[in-house]
Nanobody, 125 residues
Framework: QVQLVESGGGLVQAGGSLRLSCAAS????????MGWFRQAPGKEREVVAS????????LYADSVKGRFTISRDNPKNTVYLQMNSLKPEDTAVYYC??????????????????WGQGTQVTVSS
């Protein structure tokens, strides 16, 4: 079992920044990949970014490349998502997820085994 708790969401103006955190517990954090996903109203959940077990490999959605950065701190059992140059279209509930079946970053939601409760990010224009 893995428990995930996100924090750091909120309301920000377009062009601003936020940093999301996700604290994990329950299994050896450094043994699996992590991902950030988001879901806007009326839309399917989509990958934002994912990171491998050491942090050495990362994948990003095209829509966030160059603006968002995923990172992890294994001793702190935490994964981060730094979001810069935010746009109104980034508004969504953001979820972190654990992919205990892989050490490598993957993009497909169905491959992830455990999910946090989500944190709302709202970007105003």
């Amino acid at each position: 079992q893995v428990q995930l708790v996100e924090s750091g969401g909120g309301l920000v103006q377009a062009g601003g920044s936020l940093r999301l955190s996700c604290a994990a517990s329950g299994r050896t954090f450094s043994s699996y990949a992590m991902g950030w996903f988001r879901q806007a109203p009326g839309k399917e959940r989509e990958v934002v970014a994912s990171i491998g077990w050491t942090g050495g490999t990362t994948l990003y959605a095209d829509s966030v490349k160059g603006r968002f950065t995923i990172s992890r701190d294994n001793p702190k059992n935490t994964v981060y998502l730094q979001m810069n140059s935010l746009k109104p279209e980034d508004t969504a509930v953001y979820y972190c997820a654990a992919d205990i079946g892989s050490r490598w970053a993957r993009k497909t939601a169905r491959e992830y085994d455990y999910w946090g409760q989500g944190t709302q990010v709202t970007v105003s224009s």
